[in-house]
């Protein structure tokens, strides 16, 4: 018997001979030299690191980012699996990647659940707002996320004709919830799909914070990451209204480089902070008109955007060039986020659209830290 187990024994050693045991707790201190650039803190730290299992020279765990559409993820993927090879010698690192947004207090409404919900607004009308918006939401979804399209602006609801649907006809098919339309990966919702075409809307503030309160509880949104809402513009009653009857996460406030559009969105941005909704950032719309020698003219000022972002003490998230292939995709229920995503102007909506994830991002690690 002796010789039998010593045989075994030897066995034994001869399969481990050379192999490398890696402990969990390697792995947790190799992880915990990854860095998040956004938060600056460590993977393990932020606890972004779960369910680590080894088999042999194998390991394999889950990232929880802290966003759906992170910018970053690619990033972070290569640096931990680079991090888990170096210091434990792994053969094979898997990676499964989740979003679970720390801190965040979603808005939950019967089977109706909103992770953040993202305000567009701004100081006056014609900067590209409901254009933002609509590209905005969809560069989210691109970027992984469940993302929803509140088009609450009842002076203008153009979202159904930039999306494609405004024929769409809102219906129910269990007699309940009503089915938003689907267009682009996306859920919308919008005013204009219960007015005719051509008719205005003469809505007081209560009124549409009614109609608000039925579109978020009365269709069958499911469960989305992001519920990018359209405001009206201004900081009028009806925009003072709706902006108390959302639980916003954040808003962004889009102006164009012109001195009298700057000074509105300023007030837009006074009013959001008086209402206690947190101003994610600026984003400057028709910065300029890049010209076919590759110089740039600007046709409405320069600057204005980074100078309010300055002013208001907010970030500035990105400026977007003038491009008449918006216009176009716009009329013809296209976006250039989809049509051309090689063109400047849709890579700096793709890059704002992240810039707007990580403060949400920032903004719910700061709440589970005061928490």
């Known amino acids: 018997m002796q010789d039998e187990n010593k045989l075994n024994l030897g066995k034994f050693n ?10 969990s ?3 947790y201190q190799a992880l915990s030299n990854v860095m998040d650039p956004d938060l600056n803190k460590d993977l393990v730290s932020l606890k972004m690191v779960e369910d680590v299992q080894i088999e042999g020279e194998n390991v394999s765990f889950t990232l929880v980012l802290t966003t759906p559409a992170c910018p970053l993820r690619a990033k972070l ?8 090879i170096a210091q434990t010698g792994a053969k094979d690192v898997h990676i499964n990647v989740i979003s679970r947004a720390p801190g965040t ?33 969809i560069s989210l979804a691109h970027q992984g996320a469940s993302v929803g399209l509140l088009d609450a602006d009842i002076y203008g609801p153009n979202i159904p004709r930039m999306l494609g649907i405004d024929d769409f006809q809102p219906t129910s098919k269990d007699g309940n919830k009503i089915h938003p339309a689907t267009a682009h990966g996306i859920k919308v919702v919008s005013i204009g799909f219960f007015v005719q075409e051509g008719q205005p809307l ?6 549409l914070h009614s109609a608000i309160q039925q579109f978020l509880s009365d269709f069958d949104w499911g469960c989305i990451d992001y519920l990018v809402v ?13 902006a108390q009857s959302l639980p916003i996460s954040g808003a962004v406030i889009v102006t164009t480089p012109q001195a009298v559009a700057v000074d509105d969105a300023y007030r837009a941005a006074v009013m959001f902070d008086k209402l206690g909704v947190p101003v994610l950032g600026i984003i400057e719309n028709m910065a300029f008109l890049e010209l076919p020698d590759g110089t740039h003219m600007t046709l409405f000022g320069e600057g204005g955007g980074p100078a309010l972002a300055k002013r208001s003490g907010v970030p500035f998230l990105g400026s977007i060039p003038f491009d008449q292939r918006i216009v ?13 995503v090689e063109s400047p102007a849709a ?15 920032k903004r719910d690690y700061a709440h589970l830290r005061e928490g």
């Open 202 to 207: 003469i809505w007081r503030g209560p009124l």
């Open 77 to 84: 993927e290569q640096d931990a699996r680079e991090a888990v």
């Open 230 to 242: 359209d405001l009206p513009p201004g900081t009028g009653d009806v925009q003072l209204s709706l």
């Open 14 to 23: 001869h399969l481990h001979k050379g192999v490398n045991l890696i402990s």
């Open 328 to 340: 176009q995709n716009g009329d013809n229920g296209l976006l250039i986020v989809e049509n051309h």
């Open 105 to 137: 207090k979603t808005l939950n409404l019967g089977d109706n659940q909103f992770g953040h919900v993202v305000a567009v607004g701004s100081g006056k009308g014609g900067v590209g707002k409901s254009t933002i918006a609509a590209n905005l939401a």
């Open 347 to 361: 890579q700096a909506i793709h890059a704002i659209s992240s810039n707007v994830a990580v403060e949400l991002s």
């Open 25 to 27: 707790e390697q792995v």
